[in-house]
Every structure is written in C-alpha cells, then in structure tokens.
C-alpha cells in the first residue's frame, strides 16, 4: 500500500509535501515494483499535470482491498 498516495487522494497531503517525500521513498523501496510506482509518482509530481497525478493516485487506491488471484 502507498501512504502517499493515500494520504494525497484524501488531501491530507499536498503535491508539495508528496514531492518532498518521495526520493527518500524511491531510495528505500523494497521492491522493483514499489520503486517503479514512487518514480511515477515523481514524474507526476514534478509535472504541471495536476489531473493525471490525481488519476494516477485514484487508481492506486481503489485497488485497494480488492482481492487478486
């Protein structure tokens, strides 16, 4: 599960603090796949692209809780 992407889809965090936040996410990723995600997340951050960073964090979670085979 991504906090920041929860933590911005319910503005509890702002596209400044996300920013500020996420290297030190990409450097202690503990998988590929969780560094591919906080990258994207960066790019979307660094961005002008408001609504696809809000698209992007929507997605994320309302994945969540959902069972997958």
Partial sequence: MCLICVEYNKKRMTREEMRKA???MVMFAKTEE???????????????DEKSLEEFANDY?????????
């Fill in 22 to 24: 996420l290297p030190e």
């Fill in 34 to 48: 969780e560094k591919n995600h906080f990258k994207k997340l960066q790019v979307l951050g660094d961005s002008m």
């Fill in 61 to 69: 979670t309302s994945n969540l809780g959902k069972k997958t085979r």
